[in-house]
Every structure is written in structure tokens, then in C-alpha cells.
């Protein structure tokens, strides 16, 4: 247990209201920073996780385009389906909401308002990417080329990923959009632009001082970014996002907040909506202002640039903390991140996931055929923590049937069913042998090091330490046997307790990873009242639309530690914990991505 309780902010990255989500974008932000919540809830911490569908920008024209719909009812559509599948995976959001509240704009325009007061904004004429054939700008990122530093042959307009160096779409060789293979015109237009180059010494000092805190790939990626930082444009000629809050500029109908500005602010807007929804309108300042809090954002490899260097560049020139100087905007100073906790990337049967080739699997439809759970222990335990990970649907068959059936849902089930079958309730354990002291002390030791793996997000170890309890207890019974003892009832009692215990302990330590099976052994173990918190989908109305936000109450009876079970509390027999798949789903997946 924390020796004394901290707020933790959890900050996940907003998913693009263009599309469902596959498996792959949720096992880099969704399932490992719901993980690391649930834990911190457990060991006292005060914990707000916040998030949203991200909805501005040509992505979504493009999308509205396609399907001969409107921005905002593709923006609707997704937003629905992204948060009742979040909600389905079991993410226990304080507040998931939308970039497109009214809420958010002015939090968006206060930012942006602050940065230019301190001298961190500036106008300039600039080369913009155009569609000849639509006539709208092409975003950065629609463009793709060939590298000029590298010589990467897919570079995107605002950055190589394999140089990882910032880009200008003009500066690729050979460019072309991503959204029809057309070459596009550059035509002058005035922007603005962030100075990033005047936070290149802050920002070289705050990371050098996360040495030893981040995972390496995120400092060392984010360290070698600094000598290449120049100016950034943070506004575009579209007509879908948040206006430009300028006299002269607010009024202009194609003028508007860049969308990767506005949807890290989301980050801060999403936390004030939910203070504003909780009552207590200051309540985020708990978690933005308070120098003991600590921040942490989750998201993939593919977005650290944006969470390392230009959101803490967006925090110090609002705070007037960079090189001009300036004073602190209305918000007041706000906390910097206290780790950028990334993933790498998924990859599925070898390929990389890609909707227009099939090869992808959307969250919804994983979870019509498997269990949740069993999507979030596979992440967990061999999802892309620290490298590109490859799914095969043979690995998750032989995780689900081996691991979560056969050994943890074994040990509770058959724990649970003789205890139940010979005495209906929890035996009282009487002397104990050594055998049953170690078992014993080894349980209430984990606690230790997986909740130390768990905090510094260490997400395979803790599970894997965890799932060695599990293996020992599996153990300890196949060595006992108490079916086999006729003669002696009181060392059944004692060996049987001693398993409930354990399970009741096993079942603590991997209530982050598996929520809702953690909620079915509290059940059958004779708890009462909510164990752990799941998330629920509210309709709220703004603007005479309704849509749904993820919220939920996470207070239950879950603590990080080892609680003694009581003797007498009486049991029924379990029902089965986890489905056994028949080994048929690997081919019929694999023709489904048309293998």
C-alpha cells in the first residue's frame, strides 16, 4: 500500500473518430493504462483517467466523404461506437469524452491565447499542401514522400518515423496524398506558427532529468528530437475545428486550430469537464497544480513526439516558462508530464494492421466471439510493452486454453467446488505444515514486487509474477491432494484453506489485468458489495445533441494487499470462469483475414 495517498493523472490518448478501433490501438493505449489505473486505485491513490474521441481535422472530411455523409455525423457515429466498445473492454475512465464540447474549445482557445501573450505564437506565410482535385489542404500527415534526411521511402509530411526527425510536407521528395495518389500544389497562405525552438534548453533539462524513469526508447527518441526543433505550424485551412480566438482570424470561415494542438489540450478540457461534472467546478487543479501529483500519458510509439516535446512545450509557454519568458495564463501554471509511457506497435499474423486490406480485427468484433478479459490478459502478457509484437490467433488459443483455463480458472474452480461440495462454506485451516506456510508467504510476498512492476508500468513482469502464484497454488494442490485424503477431514479443511487463500490473494493481484473475472471470484468466494468498478456509458446533452461519455464509480472493496479470508462465509459451487476455445477459431480467423 502507498505510504501516503497521491493524485495520479492518467492521460490516454484520444482515439480518431474516423472508424472503430482495432486491437492494435487498444494494446497500445487502452489496456495498459486501464491496468495501471486500476492498480493505482487499489493502492490508495487518487486516480482521474481521462481521454476522448479525438474529431477534428481532414480525416474526418475525408471519412465524411467516403461514406456521403456529414463531418459531424461521422464524428457522432464513431464517437458512439468507440465508447461503447471502450466501455465493453472494461476501461474504467473518470471522464472519456469528445474534442467537439463546447468545453473544449474554450479550453483550446485559452491555451492558445495564453501561448500568444507570452510570445510563443507568431504569423507566417508558409507553403500549404492542397488537393487539386477537392481543393482542400492536405494535413501533414495525408503526405507521403520520400525523406530528405534519410532517404526513407514513406516518410509523412510532419515526420519520418524512421529518422524520427520533423517535417515539412514541401520538404519530401516526390510527394504524394495518401488519400488518392495525386500530387499536391503548394500555395502561400499565413499561419501560425508555435516557436518550439525557444523551449529546446527547458525541454533538453526536463528530460535529461527523466534518466532512469522512462522506458529508454521514449528518452532516447524524445533527446534526439531536440537538435532538430523549429517552428511548428499549430493552425490550417479547414473549415472543420476549433476557431482561431483572434480578432481578424476568429471570424475567418477556412482558419483553424490545427487539430494535433487542440487534441492534446483535450488532455486538460477533459479534466475540467469532468471537475465541472463532478460538482466541484476547481477539482481538476488537484491533479494539474498540486507539485506532488504526478501525470502519466499512454499511448503509441507512433505519437511520442507529440507528448514529449510539443505538449510539455504547449505547458511551459502557457506557465511563460521557455525562453521569452511571460507569466502564467488564467488556468495558472499547469504540472508538466511525469512519464510519456508508450508502446510499441501490434502487428497481426506478420502483417501490418491495414482495414482496406481486411487485415485487421476491430475491438467490437472481438468481443461479439471472445471474452474481454482474455483480449487484456493477451496484451498484457505478450502485447507490444517494450517492442513490435506480432498477434497469431495460435498464441491467443494456447494463452486463453492454457493459461487462463487451465491453470488459473482450474485453480480457482476446483479450490472453490471441493471446498463448497465437503463443507458449503470456507474451512477453518488448523495446524499448518511448512508446505502450507510457504504457499502462504509466498502470495502475501507478491504483493511487492508486482505492485513495484505495475507502478512503473512494467505491465508483462507483474503479470507473469502474479501468474507464478498461480502456478505454485496449482502445485501445492496436485503435491496435497486433498481428494485423495478419506481419513483425515481436518487437514482437508486446513489444505483447502490455504487455497482459498490464495486464490482470494491471486485473484487481488490480477484484478488490474482481469477485472471482470476478479468481480466473479469475489462473487463465488462469498464477497459482497462491488469488488472492482467497471465503467458505464452516460448520455449527457450539449447543443440539442445527446452522446454517450464513459464514466463510472471505482470505489469498491479492491485493495492492494492481502486480506484474510473468513471462516464459515459460505460458497456455492463456481461456474466456470473462462470459455475453452476450440482450436477451429485459428483457421477460421485466418480466413477471415483471407489466409
Known sequence: MSQQSQHILTAVAWPYANGPRHIGHVSGFGVPSDV????????GNKVLMVSGTDEHGTP??????????????????????????????????????????????AVAQEIFKGLHANGYIFPKTTMGAISPSTGRTLPDRYIEGTCPICSYDGARGDQCDNCGNQLDPIELVNPVSRIN?????????????????????????????????????????????????????????????????????SDQANKRL?????????????????????????????????????????????????????WPALLLGYNGQGARGGTAGPLGALNLPSEVVSSEFLTMEGRKFSSSRQVV???????????????????????????????????FLNRNNGELVAAWGNLVNRSISMAAKNFGAVPEAGELTDADRALLARSRAAFAPVGAELNRSRFKNA???????????????????????????????????????????????????????????????????????????????????SYPVITGSYEGGARWESTPIRPGTPLAPPTPLFRKLDPKIVDEELARLGE
Not at 495501471?36 to 493502492?43: D, G, I, T
Open 36 to 43: 495501471f489505473s486500476r492498480y493505482q486505485r487499489m493502492a
Open 463 to 545: 503479470v507473469t509474477e502474479a501468474f507464478d502464484v498461480v502456478r505454485d497454488a496449482n502445485r501445492y494442490l496436485a503435491e496435497q491432494e486433498p481428494w485423495k485424503i478419506k481419513d483425515d477431514p481436518e487437514r482437508v479443511k486446513s489444505i483447502l484453506h490455504v487455497a482459498l487463500q490464495v486464490v482470494d490473494d491471486a485473484k487481488t493481484l490480477l484484478t488490474p489485468f482481469l477485472p471482470n473475472s476478479s468481480n466473479k471470484i469475489h462473487a463465488m468466494l462469498g464477497g459482497t458489495g462491488l469488488w472492482s468498478g467497471m465503467p458505464e456509458l452516460q448520455e449527457v446533452e450539449e447543443g440539442g445533441r
Open 258 to 310: 490545427y487539430v494535433w494542438f487542440d487534441a492534446v489540450i483535450g488532455y486538460l478540457s477533459a479534466s475540467i469537464e469532468w471537475a465541472r461534472r463532478s460538482g466541484d467546478p476547481d477539482a481538476w487543479r488537484q491533479w494539474w497544480q498540486n507539485p506532488e501529483a504526478r501525470g502519466y500519458y499512454f499511448m503509441g510509439k507512433d505519437n511520442i513526439v507529440f507528448h514529449s516535446e510539443i
Open 361 to 395: 480485427i476491430y475491438v467490437r468484433d472481438f468481443l461479439e466471439r471472445y471474452d474481454a478479459d482474455a483480449l487484456r490478459y493477451y496484451i498484457a502478457v505478450a502485447g507490444p510493452e517494450n517492442q513490435d509484437t506480432d498477434f497469431t490467433w495460435s498464441e
Open 181 to 249: 495518389g495525386e500530387t499536391p500544389v503548394f500555395v502561400e497562405t499565413e499561419h501560425f506558427m508555435l516557436d518550439l525552438p525557444a523551449f529546446a534548453e527547458v525541454l533538453g533539462t526536463w528530460l535529461q532529468s527523466k534518466q532512469g524513469e522512462w522506458r529508454p526508447n521514449v528518452l532516447k527518441f524524445s533527446l534526439n528530437l531536440l537538435g532538430d526543433l523549429h517552428p511548428r505550424a499549430i493552425t490550417r485551412d479547414l473549415d472543420w475545428g476549433v476557431p482561431i480566438p483572434l480578432e481578424g482570424w
Open 60 to 105: 474526418i472530411q475525408v471519412q465524411a466523404d467516403k461514406e456521403g455523409l456529414g463531418v459531424r455525423e461521422v464524428a457522432d457515429r464513431y464517437n458512439r461506437v468507440i465508447a461503447e466498445d471502450l466501455t465493453a473492454l472494461g476501461l474504467s475512465y473518470d471522464l472519456f469524452t469528445r474534442t467537439t464540447t463546447e468545453n473544449h474549445y
